[in-house]
């Protein structure tokens, strides 16, 4: 993989695990759940489909998604501080 990839892959699993946690935590009124989806998704990957082995791209990439999810629990909970209702 050559870092263009990397760069590309890293925003875009950023991007998509933020906008999948934040639709799940509005409609789901909670905070937490999408980032414990997440984690079961990636150990389910790891142990089951891949047998224990990831390249350190992989687990960047996978790590950029992580992120992703506890940053849409962190905007949610301060948008629910700040008065915001969601659904």
Known sequence: MNIAQLVISILLFLVLAFGIGFILNMLAKTTWVPTGLYLILVAYLFFFK??????????????????????????????????????
């Open 50 to 87: 891949t047998g224990g082995h990831f390249a350190w791209v992989d687990w960047v990439v996978l790590s950029s998604g992580l992120v992703g999810c506890i940053l849409s629990g962190v905007v949610i909970r301060s948008l629910r501080q700040k008065g915001f209702r969601m659904f």
